[in-house]
């Protein structure tokens, strides 16, 4: 399993940026993805969350409290694909934001994938 992330790039304080992460390989069930970021010196943060329920309406999310109202994270079944779309960005949200997942490829197991980070600078 490859999680490929990308969408980072330079913005503005105030504006928006789109990360996406696509997981292919040997797939059954992807149990949740999310994404985290680590700002130099700090410790990797989680920051938004999605775990699969048993039909596509009972999936959840979390979110750090420090994005929430921001940030808000989506799934493309279809496409095995999350998504955060980033708005109102500050300064202090640049970080090197990486793609996580929980992906079962048989019914009785389940393991924990990381994408390759993709860096969002926020200029002031």
């Known amino acids: 399993v490859q999680l490929q992330a990308s969408g980072g790039g330079l913005v503005q304080a105030g504006g928006s940026l789109r990360l996406s992460c696509k997981a292919s390989?040997?797939?059954?069930?992807?149990?949740?993805m999310g994404w985290y970021r680590q700002a130099p010196g700090k410790q990797r943060e989680l920051v938004a969350r999605i775990s699969t329920g048993n039909i596509i309406s009972d999936d959840s999310t979390n979110y750090a409290d420090s994005v929430k109202g921001r940030f808000t994270i989506s799934r493309d079944y279809a496409k095995n694909t999350v998504y955060l779309q980033m708005n109102s960005l500050k300064p202090e949200d640049t970080a090197v934001y990486y793609c996580?997942?929980?992906?079962?490829?048989?019914?009785?197991?389940?393991?924990?994938?990381w994408g390759q980070g993709t860096l969002v600078t926020v200029s002031s």
């Open positions: 390989g040997s797939i059954l069930r992807i149990n949740a």
């Open positions: 996580n997942s929980q992906i079962s490829d048989t019914p009785w197991d389940e393991a924990d994938y």
